[in-house]
Protein backbone atom coordinates (compact mmCIF):
# COMPACT_ATOMS: atom_id res chain seq x y z
CA UNK A 1 0.00 0.00 0.00
CA UNK A 2 1.32 3.18 -1.31
CA UNK A 3 0.68 6.85 1.22
CA UNK A 4 1.38 10.17 -0.40
CA UNK A 5 2.18 12.89 2.61
CA UNK A 6 1.74 15.89 1.33
CA UNK A 7 3.00 18.69 3.99
CA UNK A 8 4.89 21.72 4.73
CA UNK A 9 6.87 20.04 7.94
CA UNK A 10 7.95 16.76 5.69
CA UNK A 11 10.72 16.64 8.50
CA UNK A 12 8.24 15.93 11.36
CA UNK A 13 8.01 12.41 9.59
CA UNK A 14 11.63 11.26 9.69
CA UNK A 15 11.17 9.86 13.46
CA UNK A 16 7.80 8.19 12.72
CA UNK A 17 9.11 5.98 9.58
CA UNK A 18 11.97 4.64 11.07
CA UNK A 19 10.33 3.23 14.34
CA UNK A 20 8.01 -0.27 15.30
CA UNK A 21 5.68 -1.52 13.52
CA UNK A 22 5.82 1.11 10.03
CA UNK A 23 9.37 0.84 9.55
CA UNK A 24 9.01 -3.48 9.61
CA UNK A 25 6.08 -3.00 7.08
CA UNK A 26 8.20 -0.25 4.62
CA UNK A 27 11.18 -3.12 4.83
CA UNK A 28 9.35 -5.87 3.69
CA UNK A 29 7.76 -3.93 1.15
CA UNK A 30 4.61 -3.87 2.91
CA UNK A 31 4.23 -0.31 2.84
CA UNK A 32 5.80 2.36 1.10
CA UNK A 33 5.40 6.52 2.47
CA UNK A 34 6.47 9.57 0.83
CA UNK A 35 6.90 12.76 1.76
CA UNK A 36 6.45 15.38 -0.36
CA UNK A 37 6.77 19.71 0.72
CA UNK A 38 4.44 21.73 -1.00
CA UNK A 39 6.55 24.98 -0.90
CA UNK A 40 8.30 22.98 -3.29
CA UNK A 41 5.46 23.78 -5.61
CA UNK A 42 5.34 27.35 -4.32
CA UNK A 43 5.87 30.42 -6.80
CA UNK A 44 8.33 33.90 -5.62
CA UNK A 45 11.26 35.08 -4.18
CA UNK A 46 10.25 33.65 -1.04
CA UNK A 47 7.96 30.76 -1.87
CA UNK A 48 4.89 32.02 -0.02
CA UNK A 49 2.19 28.96 0.32
CA UNK A 50 -0.06 31.25 2.90
CA UNK A 51 -1.77 34.63 2.91
CA UNK A 52 -4.03 36.74 4.74
CA UNK A 53 -7.86 35.99 4.68
CA UNK A 54 -10.33 38.55 2.81
CA UNK A 55 -12.70 39.53 5.32
CA UNK A 56 -10.15 40.00 7.77
CA UNK A 57 -9.78 37.81 10.34
CA UNK A 58 -6.69 35.86 12.61
CA UNK A 59 -3.98 33.56 11.27
CA UNK A 60 -3.07 33.03 7.45
CA UNK A 61 -5.09 30.68 5.13
CA UNK A 62 -3.24 28.05 2.46
CA UNK A 63 -3.41 29.18 -0.66
CA UNK A 64 -4.58 27.90 -3.70
CA UNK A 65 -1.99 27.52 -6.29
CA UNK A 66 0.94 25.31 -4.45
CA UNK A 67 -1.30 23.20 -3.11
CA UNK A 68 -3.61 22.48 -6.33
CA UNK A 69 -0.32 22.29 -8.25
CA UNK A 70 1.28 19.85 -5.58
CA UNK A 71 -1.68 17.51 -5.31
CA UNK A 72 -1.76 17.49 -8.95
CA UNK A 73 2.05 16.86 -9.33
CA UNK A 74 1.81 13.99 -6.93
CA UNK A 75 -1.78 11.89 -8.40
CA UNK A 76 0.66 11.84 -11.52
CA UNK A 77 3.63 10.28 -9.86
CA UNK A 78 1.66 6.83 -9.91
CA UNK A 79 -1.69 5.17 -10.30
CA UNK A 80 -4.66 7.64 -8.90
CA UNK A 81 -4.97 7.31 -5.35
CA UNK A 82 -7.83 8.38 -2.78
CA UNK A 83 -7.18 12.43 -1.82
CA UNK A 84 -8.11 12.67 1.94
CA UNK A 85 -7.80 16.17 3.31
CA UNK A 86 -7.04 15.95 6.88
CA UNK A 87 -9.30 18.72 8.68
CA UNK A 88 -11.24 19.35 11.66
CA UNK A 89 -14.48 20.07 9.92
CA UNK A 90 -14.33 16.62 8.32
CA UNK A 91 -15.73 12.84 8.66
CA UNK A 92 -14.48 11.77 12.21
CA UNK A 93 -12.16 8.85 11.73
CA UNK A 94 -13.58 5.49 13.24
CA UNK A 95 -12.59 1.86 12.50
CA UNK A 96 -15.02 1.75 9.78
CA UNK A 97 -13.70 4.15 8.04
CA UNK A 98 -10.41 2.79 9.04
CA UNK A 99 -11.60 -0.40 6.84
CA UNK A 100 -12.67 1.51 4.02
CA UNK A 101 -10.01 3.56 3.99
CA UNK A 102 -7.66 0.14 4.02
CA UNK A 103 -9.29 -0.85 1.06
CA UNK A 104 -7.28 1.69 -1.18
CA UNK A 105 -3.90 0.88 -2.58
CA UNK A 106 -2.86 4.46 -2.45
CA UNK A 107 -3.67 7.18 -0.28
CA UNK A 108 -2.75 10.87 -0.96
CA UNK A 109 -2.77 12.83 2.83
CA UNK A 110 -3.42 16.26 2.45
CA UNK A 111 -2.16 18.40 5.92
CA UNK A 112 -3.32 21.37 6.57
CA UNK A 113 -1.13 24.11 8.99
CA UNK A 114 -2.36 27.76 10.50
CA UNK A 115 -6.13 28.72 9.86
CA UNK A 116 -6.88 25.98 6.94
CA UNK A 117 -7.05 25.88 3.36
CA UNK A 118 -8.61 28.01 0.97
CA UNK A 119 -12.20 26.94 0.20
CA UNK A 120 -11.46 26.35 -3.46
CA UNK A 121 -9.04 23.77 -2.70
CA UNK A 122 -11.69 21.65 -1.47
CA UNK A 123 -14.29 22.62 -4.54
CA UNK A 124 -11.51 22.06 -7.14
CA UNK A 125 -9.91 18.77 -5.98
CA UNK A 126 -13.36 17.36 -4.16
CA UNK A 127 -10.97 15.76 -1.25
CA UNK A 128 -12.31 13.12 1.67
CA UNK A 129 -12.38 14.97 4.30
CA UNK A 130 -11.25 13.46 7.85
CA UNK A 131 -10.85 14.54 10.99
CA UNK A 132 -9.46 12.49 13.84
CA UNK A 133 -11.91 13.64 16.48
CA UNK A 134 -13.61 17.20 17.99
CA UNK A 135 -10.41 19.10 18.99
CA UNK A 136 -7.53 20.82 16.89
CA UNK A 137 -4.22 20.03 15.96
CA UNK A 138 -1.35 22.55 15.29
CA UNK A 139 -1.71 21.09 11.59
CA UNK A 140 -2.62 17.75 9.52
CA UNK A 141 0.95 15.90 10.24
CA UNK A 142 -0.03 13.99 13.50
CA UNK A 143 -3.65 12.97 12.04
CA UNK A 144 -2.28 11.82 9.11
CA UNK A 145 0.23 9.67 11.20
CA UNK A 146 -3.13 8.33 12.94
CA UNK A 147 -4.68 7.79 9.86
CA UNK A 148 -0.98 5.52 8.49
CA UNK A 149 -1.34 4.28 12.21
CA UNK A 150 -4.60 2.73 11.78
CA UNK A 151 -4.34 1.35 7.95
CA UNK A 152 -1.47 -0.02 8.00
CA UNK A 153 -3.34 -2.56 10.43
CA UNK A 154 -5.30 -4.25 8.15
CA UNK A 155 -2.25 -4.36 5.16
CA UNK A 156 -1.64 -8.36 5.01
CA UNK A 157 1.83 -9.16 6.90
CA UNK A 158 1.78 -6.18 8.81
CA UNK A 159 0.76 -7.76 11.97
CA UNK A 160 2.40 -10.68 13.49
CA UNK A 161 -1.14 -12.28 14.46
CA UNK A 162 -3.48 -11.07 12.38
CA UNK A 163 -6.23 -12.66 14.98
CA UNK A 164 -5.42 -9.64 16.85
CA UNK A 165 -7.07 -7.51 14.74
CA UNK A 166 -10.16 -9.92 15.32
CA UNK A 167 -10.66 -8.78 18.88
CA UNK A 168 -9.45 -5.53 19.32
CA UNK A 169 -12.15 -2.73 20.43
CA UNK A 170 -13.96 -1.17 18.10
CA UNK A 171 -13.56 -3.73 15.11
CA UNK A 172 -17.12 -4.54 15.91
CA UNK A 173 -18.92 -0.87 16.17
CA UNK A 174 -19.94 -0.25 19.97
CA UNK A 175 -17.59 -3.35 21.48
CA UNK A 176 -14.43 -2.42 23.60
CA UNK A 177 -11.55 -4.99 24.32
CA UNK A 178 -11.71 -7.64 27.04
CA UNK A 179 -8.98 -6.00 30.38
CA UNK A 180 -5.49 -7.90 29.39
CA UNK A 181 -2.78 -9.47 31.89
CA UNK A 182 0.45 -10.97 31.99
CA UNK A 183 2.93 -11.54 34.69
CA UNK A 184 3.67 -10.94 37.74
CA UNK A 185 0.38 -12.76 38.36
CA UNK A 186 0.32 -10.57 41.89
CA UNK A 187 1.46 -6.72 42.02
CA UNK A 188 0.87 -4.79 44.48
CA UNK A 189 -1.86 -6.76 46.19
CA UNK A 190 -4.00 -7.25 42.57
CA UNK A 191 -4.22 -10.27 41.24
CA UNK A 192 -4.53 -11.84 37.90
CA UNK A 193 -8.53 -12.88 37.78
CA UNK A 194 -8.18 -17.05 38.24
CA UNK A 195 -9.87 -17.93 35.65
CA UNK A 196 -7.38 -17.10 33.12
CA UNK A 197 -4.93 -19.07 35.08
CA UNK A 198 -7.33 -21.83 35.19
CA UNK A 199 -6.08 -23.56 31.40
CA UNK A 200 -9.75 -24.19 30.97
CA UNK A 201 -10.46 -22.48 27.53
CA UNK A 202 -14.16 -22.33 27.22
CA UNK A 203 -14.42 -20.62 30.53
CA UNK A 204 -11.93 -17.90 29.71
CA UNK A 205 -13.69 -17.54 26.39
CA UNK A 206 -16.95 -17.03 28.21
CA UNK A 207 -15.19 -14.63 30.72
CA UNK A 208 -13.45 -12.18 28.25
CA UNK A 209 -17.03 -12.07 26.41
CA UNK A 210 -19.10 -10.99 29.57
CA UNK A 211 -15.92 -8.52 30.55
CA UNK A 212 -16.43 -6.85 26.96
CA UNK A 213 -19.98 -7.03 27.16
CA UNK A 214 -19.70 -5.07 30.43
CA UNK A 215 -16.89 -2.58 29.23
CA UNK A 216 -18.82 -1.81 26.15
CA UNK A 217 -21.83 -1.05 28.29
CA UNK A 218 -20.09 1.34 30.60
CA UNK A 219 -19.53 4.84 29.50
CA UNK A 220 -16.59 5.74 28.38
CA UNK A 221 -16.22 9.25 29.38
CA UNK A 222 -16.74 7.63 33.08
CA UNK A 223 -13.90 5.52 32.73
CA UNK A 224 -10.67 6.29 34.91
CA UNK A 225 -13.03 8.79 36.71
Not at 23 to 33: E, F, H, N, P, T
Not at 49 to 70: H, I, S, T
Not at 81 to 109: C, D, F, I, S, Y
Not at 148 to 163: A, C, F, N, S
Amino acid sequence: MRFDVLTLFPEIFSGYLSQSLLKLAIDKSLVSIYTWDIRHWAKGKHQSVDDRPFGGGPGMVLMCEPVVACVEAVQAQAAPGLLVMLTPTGQRLTQPLVKELAGHPRLLLLCGRYEGFDERIRQLLRPKEISIGDFICNGGEVPAMVVIDTVIRYVPGVLGDPESLVEESHNDPGRLEYPQYTRPRVFRGLEVPEVLLSGNHQAVARWREEQSRLRSRQPRDEKGA
